[in-house]
């Protein structure tokens, strides 16, 4: 039987973050992007079947809001030293398996999570696993089971750095929880998956 998770979210502050795709859909402010951005992605983790807790980490006030009204529970971004930092945060506040996912998947759908969640969980015990990006570069997802620290090492060519870690790669078919939005080409990829309703709203001009 599958065991509850806890899923760790990091936020930038919205001036700060997804700066590659600033000016990717033209009229639309970008941190209101940003925002809906994280707001579909912590709807779908909250959605999940096999989530129990998200925390959110996060100094922006308008992401800790979003991030209340969706179930999580939010944790100041008290390192304030960059995304490792916020995640390492986060799962010192956590008991049991721990997901650190990033907060760019608009087009996550819950059913693709748990499913990758539940392969994590079927793998070698004591071993963190990881889900790289469509690319195959970066990474979505990095998981821990119990008792083992989450170790992230997101960034550049993070799927290679999580690997020499350590970490096991998870290679099953979940183009929703791959597809992370970096740039307005990344954007139009979501948007073909089929994106969650806030950045429907705000992208919706990218299928004319």
Known sequence: MSQPWTAVVPVKRLTAAKSRLRGGVPGVPHEELALALA????????????????????????????ARRAGARVLPD??????????????????????????????????ELAAALRAAQAGPPGVRRFVADAPGTGTVL???PPG??????????????????????LTGDW????????TAGDLAAALRLGLGPRTTALAGCLAR
Do not use: K, Y
């Open 39 to 66: 707001a579909d992605t912590l709807e779908a983790v909250r959605a999940c079947s096999g989530v129990a807790e998200v925390l959110v980490v996060t100094d922006d006030a308008r992401v800790a809001a979003t």
């Open 78 to 111: 008290v390192p304030d030293a960059g995304l490792n930092a916020a995640f390492r945060h986060g799962a010192a506040g956590a008991g049991g398996w721990v997901a650190g996912l990033t907060a760019d998947l608009p087009a996550l759908r819950p059913d």
């Open 142 to 144: 990095l998981a821990a």
């Open 148 to 169: 083992i620290p989450l170790d992230p090492r997101f960034g550049p060519d993070s799927a290679a750095a999580h690997l020499a870690s350590g970490a096991h790669p």
């Open 175 to 182: 183009p929703s929880l791959r597809r992370d939005v970096d």
